[in-house]
Nanobody, 120 residues
Framework: QVQLVESGGGLVQAGGSLTLSCAAS????????MRWYRQAPGKQRELVAQ???????DYADSVKGRFTISRDNAKNTGYLQMNSLKPDDTGVYYC??????????????WGQGTQVTVSS
């Protein structure tokens, strides 16, 4: 069974940093099209960072200059480095990616979510 496993959430003071990880497990060929979303209490899930189809990165305006999406293809793992955190960044963070199980077949998967809480 292929899946994405997230880690790295927690409680941090405003101005602090966290790095989230999203690792693909199972017998896989590779991953691509990784995106990070977050969902604050009472709000809809929103896209915060992604790799575009052209291989560049794109960020929500609210996190530009503070968050960085990256990946380690050898480890089939993606990361979200979050700096200068604000209370408004509080929420459950989810990764989403295509997990390739061969060179022609993939599944789109979500991670289980990890809680990020930023105190003021």
């Amino acid at each position: 069974q292929v899946q994405l496993v997230e880690s790295g959430g927690g409680l941090v003071q405003a101005g602090g940093s966290l790095t989230l990880s999203c690792a693909a497990s199972g017998s896989i060929f590779g991953i691509n099209a990784m995106r990070w979303y977050r969902q604050a209490p009472g709000k809809q899930r929103e896209l915060v960072a992604q790799f575009t189809s052209g291989g560049t990165t794109d960020y929500a305006d609210s996190v530009k200059g503070r968050f960085t999406i990256s990946r380690d293809n050898a480890k089939n793992t993606g990361y979200l480095q979050m700096n200068s955190l604000k209370p408004d960044d509080t929420g459950v963070y989810y990764c989403n990616a295509n997990i390739w199980i061969s060179d022609s077949r993939f599944y789109n998967q979500w991670g289980q979510g990890t809680q990020v809480t930023v105190s003021s």
